[in-house]
C-alpha cells in the first residue's frame, strides 16, 4: 500500500520516499516533512518498498534497518546496484543496529549515502536530505525557509511577534525571511531557546574563527565530522576538548543575540511561525524575550525609527496589572530603573525625560520596548494603586538553588493541589477585592516563572508553572465569586463552585514520603529497603523522573555480586530517560551501564547525548575523553605489534 502527501511546492517539489514498517515513525516524519514543503510517498515493507521505487522514483529514499520481506540493508543495496537507482540517495535508519561498525558497513557494503539511529534527530536528518538533493536554500545551519506559507512582514512586526509567542507560551519555529536572507528562531514555552541563520558572518564556527578560538584546520576537520555524524558543532568541540562548556555558552548566547537584533530594524520581508514540539537537538538558552527586546531596541534603533514608532511625548504610561507581563524577566541598570520609578500614572513621556535627566532618545527607547512588553500601557485600562505600585517595585529574581528554597517549591506544589483559592493566595477569606488583589500580585510576583527559568531544572520550572497557573485561577474565581455575592455571607454555599476546596490529591506527598524513606535507608546501606521504599513511591506517581533515576542507581550498587541487577538499572534509567528526554541524568547512567558491560559504542552514544542535553556536564565529558584515549591508545598498540612482527 502506498501512501502519498503533498507539501505546498511548485512542480520542482522533492519527492521523499519513506519505507517504514513502524506506521507511526511514517506519520511523524511524513508530517514534518510536509510542513517543510516535500511531497512524500511511503511503504510498509521491503517488497512494497521496492515496487514503490520502481514507480514512484522518489528523489530520495529513507529506510528502516529492519524491514519486513525484504531486509533494508538488502533493499539499500539492490536498488543501488540498478542502473536507475545509482545516483537515487538512500539514508537508512535503524534503532537496532547501532555504533561505528554498522555505519561503515552501510556504506561500503550496501552502498548508503548516510546513516541515522534511532531515536531520531530529525533536524540533522533533513539537513542531510537538503544537502543530498541539493535542496538547501543556502549553506546556513540547519536552515531551509524556501517552503514554507510566509506572510509580509511589515515595520515593527518582528518585536510584536516575538511578545506575542511569549504571551502564548508556544513552542515552534519562527522562520525569517528577507532577499536571499534567512533566520530561524527557536521557541520553547514561549522562551526564545535558538537561532541559525544561513549568513556567514552569523554562524557559530565562523565566530569562534574570528576570536581564535578554533583554527581554519580544526573547523575544516569538524565540518567533515559534522557531515559523516549529524553532530552539532558545538557538541563535537565540546566532546574533542577544544573548548569548555562555558566558552560554547557563551558564543551560543552571542550567535544567538547577533541573530536577533539584526532583524529587529527589517521594515519588510515574510514570516511564518510553525509550532512544533521540543527542540532536543539544540542546547536550550531560554532567553527571556523582554530582555531581549529591550536590549535590542536600545541598541539597534534609530531616532527616526523611534518617531515613526513612538511618538507619543503627552502620554501617560502606568505599570502592568497584569503579573504575566509586570515580572517578566528583566535586569535593569541604574539609569533604566530610575525611568521605570517614574512610571507612576502622573507623569507624561516629555515629564519623566525632563525629570530622568538623561538623553531623550534613550528614555523614549526604553519606555518603548517596556510598552512593547506590555510591562508598562497607557493610562485609561485597569488602574493601579499606591499599594499596586509598592509591591510590584523591584524587578531582580532571587535564584533559588539551595535545597530548602527547592522543598518550599515542591511544598507549595503540593499545597495548591489542595487548599482553597484564600490558602493558596495566602490571605484570610475577605470579600475585600482590594486585599484580594493585593494577596495575588504578592504571589504571582514570588511565583513569576521568568522568575526561575535560568536557575532550576525541568522538574521545577514545571512546578512552578503549575502554581502561577492556579494562582492566576483561583484569582480569577474568587473575583467572580464575589461579584455574584456581594449580598451573600462570606460562607459560599458548597454547591458554589468558585469556593469550593478542590479534590484532594495526597499521592504526590504519599509519593515523596516513600521516596525520602529510600534515600534515608540508601544512605544507612540497606539497599533491598531503599529498592522496594522507591518501588512504592513509582507505584504512586509514576511519572516522577527522579524516582526511576534513583531506583537505577540502587540497583547498579549491588550489579557487582547481582549481574542481573545491571538489566533492572538499565529498565530504570531507560524509563527515567523517556519521561523526561531532556534531562542529561539517564543518557549519562545509561553510558554508566554499557561502560560496566564493555560496549564502548553504546556507552559513547549515550555519554553523547547527555552532553547534548548539558553541555556542562562534567562527568559526561570525561567519560568521552577517556573513550578517546583508550581508542587512540589501541591504535598505537596495533601498530607497535605490526612494526615488532615486521
Given at each position: 500500500?502506498?501512501?502519498?502527501?503533498?507539501?505546498?511546492?511548485?512542480?520542482?517539489?522533492?519527492?521523499?520516499?519513506?519505507?517504514?514498517?513502524?506506521?507511526?515513525?511514517?506519520?511523524?516524519?511524513?508530517?514534518?516533512?510536509?510542513?517543510?514543503?516535500?511531497?512524500?510517498?511511503?511503504?510498509?515493507?521491503?517488497?512494497?518498498?521496492?515496487?514503490?521505487?520502481?514507480?514512484?522514483?522518489?528523489?530520495?529514499?529513507?529506510?528502516?534497518?529492519?524491514?519486513?520481506?525484504?531486509?533494508?540493508?538488502?533493499?539499500?543495496?539492490?536498488?543501488?546496484?540498478?542502473?536507475?537507482?545509482?545516483?537515487?540517495?538512500?539514508?537508512?535508519?535503524?534503532?537496532?543496529?547501532?555504533?561505528?561498525?554498522?555505519?561503515?558497513?552501510?556504506?561500503?557494503?550496501?552502498?548508503?549515502?548516510?546513516?541515522?539511529?534511532?531515536?531520531?534527530?530529525?533536524?540533522?536528518?533533513?539537513?542531510?536530505?537538503?544537502?543530498?538533493?541539493?535542496?538547501?536554500?543556502?549553506?546556513?545551519?540547519?536552515?531551509?525557509?524556501?517552503?514554507?506559507?510566509?506572510?509580509?512582514?511589515?515595520?515593527?512586526?518582528?518585536?510584536?511577534?516575538?511578545?506575542?509567542?511569549?504571551?502564548?507560551?508556544?513552542?515552534?519555529?519562527?522562520?525569517?525571511?528577507?532577499?536571499?536572507?534567512?533566520?530561524?528562531?527557536?521557541?520553547?514555552?514561549?522562551?526564545?531557546?535558538?537561532?541559525?541563520?544561513?549568513?556567514?558572518?552569523?554562524?557559530?564556527?565562523?565566530?569562534?574563527?574570528?576570536?581564535?578560538?578554533?583554527?581554519?584546520?580544526?573547523?575544516?576537520?569538524?565540518?567533515?565530522?559534522?557531515?559523516?555524524?549529524?553532530?552539532?558543532?558545538?557538541?563535537?568541540?565540546?566532546?574533542?576538548?577544544?573548548?569548555?562548556?562555558?566558552?560554547?555558552?557563551?558564543?551560543?548566547?552571542?550567535?544567538?543575540?547577533?541573530?536577533?537584533?539584526?532583524?529587529?530594524?527589517?521594515?519588510?520581508?515574510?514570516?511564518d511561525f510553525v509550532p512544533s514540539t521540543d527542540h532536543d537537538e539544540y542546547i536550550t538558552l531560554k532567553a527571556?524575550?523582554?530582555?531581549?527586546?529591550?536590549?535590542?531596541?536600545?541598541?539597534?534603533?534609530?531616532?527616526?525609527?523611534?518617531?515613526?514608532?513612538?511618538?507619543?511625548?503627552?502620554?501617560?504610561?502606568?505599570?502592568?496589572?497584569?503579573?504575566?507581563?509586570?515580572?517578566?524577566?528583566?535586569?535593569?541598570?541604574?539609569?533604566?530603573?530610575?525611568?521605570?520609578?517614574?512610571?507612576?500614572?502622573?507623569?507624561?513621556?516629555?515629564?519623566?525625560?525632563?525629570?530622568?535627566?538623561?538623553?531623550?532618545?534613550?528614555?523614549?527607547?526604553?519606555?518603548?520596548?517596556?510598552?512593547?512588553?506590555?510591562?508598562?500601557?497607557?493610562?485609561?485600562?485597569?488602574?493601579?494603586?499606591?499599594?499596586?505600585?509598592?509591591?510590584?517595585?523591584?524587578?531582580?529574581?532571587?535564584?533559588?538553588?539551595?535545597?530548602?528554597?527547592?522543598?518550599?517549591?515542591?511544598?507549595?506544589?503540593?499545597?495548591?493541589?489542595?487548599?482553597?483559592?484564600?490558602?493558596?493566595?495566602?490571605?484570610?477569606?475577605?470579600?475585600?477585592?482590594?486585599?484580594?488583589?493585593?494577596?495575588?500580585?504578592?504571589?504571582?510576583?514570588?511565583?513569576?516563572?521568568?522568575?526561575?527559568?535560568?536557575?532550576?531544572?525541568?522538574?521545577?520550572?514545571?512546578?512552578?508553572?503549575?502554581?502561577?497557573?492556579?494562582?492566576?485561577?483561583?484569582?480569577?474565581?474568587?473575583?467572580?465569586?464575589?461579584?455574584?455575592t456581594e449580598k451573600e455571607t462570606l460562607k459560599a454555599a458548597p454547591?458554589?463552585?468558585?469556593?469550593?476546596?478542590?479534590?484532594?490529591?495526597?499521592?504526590?506527598?504519599?509519593?515523596?514520603?516513600?521516596?525520602?524513606?529510600?534515600?534515608?535507608?540508601?544512605?544507612?546501606?540497606?539497599?533491598?529497603?531503599?529498592?522496594?521504599?522507591?518501588?512504592?513511591?513509582?507505584?504512586?506517581?509514576?511519572?516522577?523522573?527522579?524516582?526511576?533515576?534513583?531506583?537505577?542507581?540502587?540497583?547498579?550498587?549491588?550489579?557487582?555480586?547481582?549481574?542481573?541487577?545491571?538489566?533492572?538499572?538499565?529498565?530504570?534509567?531507560?524509563?527515567?530517560?523517556?519521561?523526561?528526554?531532556?534531562?542529561?541524568?539517564?543518557?549519562?547512567?545509561?553510558?554508566?551501564?554499557?561502560?560496566?558491560?564493555?560496549?564502548?559504542?553504546?556507552?559513547?552514544?549515550?555519554?553523547?547525548?547527555?552532553?547534548?542535553?548539558?553541555?556542562?556536564?562534567?562527568?559526561?565529558?570525561?567519560?568521552?575523553?577517556?573513550?578517546?584515549?583508550?581508542?587512540?591508545?589501541?591504535?598505537?598498540?596495533?601498530?607497535?605489534?605490526?612494526?615488532?612482527?615486521?
Amino acid at each position: 500500500m502506498f501512501i502519498r502527501m503533498r507539501g505546498a511546492r511548485d512542480e520542482m517539489t522533492v519527492k521523499i520516499g519513506i519505507i517504514d514498517d513502524d506506521q507511526g515513525s511514517v506519520q511523524a516524519l511524513s508530517e514534518y516533512a510536509v510542513t517543510l514543503g516535500y511531497e512524500v510517498v511511503s511503504a510498509r515493507d521491503g517488497e512494497e518498498g521496492f515496487q514503490l521505487f520502481t514507480r514512484e522514483r522518489p528523489d530520495i529514499l529513507l529506510l528502516d534497518g529492519l524491514l519486513p520481506k525484504l531486509h533494508g540493508f538488502d533493499l539499500c543495496r539492490k536498488i543501488k546496484e540498478m542502473p536507475e537507482g545509482k545516483e537515487t540517495p538512500i539514508l537508512l535508519i535503524s534503532g537496532v543496529y547501532k555504533g561505528h561498525k554498522y555505519r561503515m558497513q552501510s556504506s561500503k557494503e550496501y552502498l548508503a549515502d548516510g546513516y541515522f539511529e534511532k531515536p531520531l534527530n530529525v533536524q540533522n536528518l533533513f539537513t542531510r536530505i537538503e544537502d543530498l538533493t541539493g535542496n538547501r536554500a543556502d549553506a546556513g545551519e540547519g536552515l531551509n525557509t524556501a517552503r514554507l506559507h510566509f506572510k509580509k512582514l511589515k515595520d515593527g512586526t518582528i518585536l510584536r511577534l516575538l511578545h506575542t509567542l511569549y504571551g502564548e507560551n508556544r513552542t515552534g519555529i519562527l522562520y525569517l525571511e528577507k532577499g536571499n536572507i534567512r533566520k530561524s528562531i527557536y521557541f520553547k514555552d514561549g522562551y526564545i531557546s535558538f537561532a541559525v541563520s544561513n549568513q556567514k558572518e552569523e554562524r557559530l564556527g565562523e565566530l569562534l574563527l574570528s576570536d581564535h578560538k578554533i583554527s581554519p584546520m580544526q573547523y575544516s576537520e569538524i565540518s567533515q565530522t559534522m557531515k559523516e555524524t549529524g553532530k552539532r558543532l558545538g557538541l563535537l568541540l565540546l566532546e574533542s576538548g577544544r573548548i569548555d562548556a562555558a566558552t560554547l555558552e557563551t558564543y551560543l548566547q552571542r550567535q544567538l543575540t547577533n541573530i536577533l537584533h539584526s532583524v529587529f530594524t527589517w521594515n519588510s520581508g515574510y514570516y511564518d511561525f510553525v509550532p512544533s514540539t521540543d527542540h532536543d537537538e539544540y542546547i536550550t538558552l531560554k532567553a527571556a524575550p523582554a530582555q531581549v527586546i529591550i536590549r535590542g531596541v536600545q541598541k539597534t534603533y534609530t531616532a527616526e525609527m523611534l518617531e515613526r514608532h513612538f511618538p507619543e511625548i503627552h502620554t501617560v504610561f502606568v505599570l502592568s496589572s497584569d503579573p504575566r507581563f509586570r515580572f517578566q524577566n528583566i535586569q535593569l541598570n541604574e539609569k533604566e530603573e530610575k525611568i521605570l520609578s517614574l512610571v507612576d500614572g502622573s507623569r507624561s513621556v516629555e515629564e519623566i525625560v525632563h525629570q530622568a535627566q538623561l538623553p531623550s532618545v534613550m528614555v523614549r527607547k526604553f519606555l518603548y520596548a517596556l510598552f512593547l512588553c506590555r510591562i508598562i500601557h497607557k493610562k485609561g485600562a485597569e488602574e493601579m494603586t499606591e499599594d499596586d505600585v509598592d509591591l510590584m517595585a523591584g524587578h531582580g529574581a532571587e535564584p533559588l538553588m539551595d535545597e530548602d528554597q527547592r522543598s518550599s517549591i515542591l511544598r507549595k506544589y503540593i499545597q495548591v493541589q489542595s487548599q482553597n483559592p484564600y490558602e493558596i493566595l495566602e490571605i484570610s477569606k475577605t470579600k475585600d477585592k482590594k486585599l484580594i488583589k493585593q494577596g495575588f500580585m504578592k504571589m504571582a510576583k514570588t511565583y513569576h516563572p521568568d522568575r526561575y527559568f535560568h536557575k532550576l531544572d525541568d522538574k521545577y520550572n514545571d512546578y512552578i508553572k503549575v502554581i502561577f497557573q492556579r494562582i492566576n485561577q483561583v484569582y480569577q474565581e474568587l473575583l467572580q465569586n464575589i461579584s455574584k455575592t456581594e449580598k451573600e455571607t462570606l460562607k459560599a454555599a458548597p454547591s458554589d463552585p468558585c469556593l469550593r476546596e478542590p479534590p484532594k490529591d495526597e499521592s504526590i506527598s504519599r509519593a515523596e514520603h516513600f521516596f525520602e524513606k529510600g534515600m534515608a535507608l540508601s544512605r544507612q546501606g540497606d539497599l533491598e529497603g531503599a529498592q522496594n521504599a522507591l518501588i512504592s513511591a513509582i507505584q504512586v506517581h509514576p511519572k516522577e523522573t527522579e524516582y526511576h533515576i534513583q531506583l537505577g542507581l540502587i540497583f547498579m550498587e549491588g550489579a557487582d555480586e547481582q549481574p542481573d541487577r545491571l538489566d533492572l538499572a538499565e529498565s530504570a534509567f531507560n524509563y527515567a530517560m523517556n519521561l523526561s528526554s531532556r534531562d542529561a541524568r539517564p543518557f549519562f547512567y545509561l553510558g554508566c551501564v554499557y561502560k560496566v558491560r564493555d560496549d564502548t559504542d553504546r556507552s559513547e552514544q549515550m555519554f553523547s547525548r547527555a552532553l547534548e542535553r548539558d553541555p556542562k556536564y562534567i562527568e559526561a565529558m570525561r567519560e568521552i575523553r577517556l573513550i578517546h584515549l583508550r581508542k587512540k591508545k589501541s591504535i598505537k598498540q596495533i601498530l607497535q605489534e605490526m612494526i615488532g612482527i615486521q
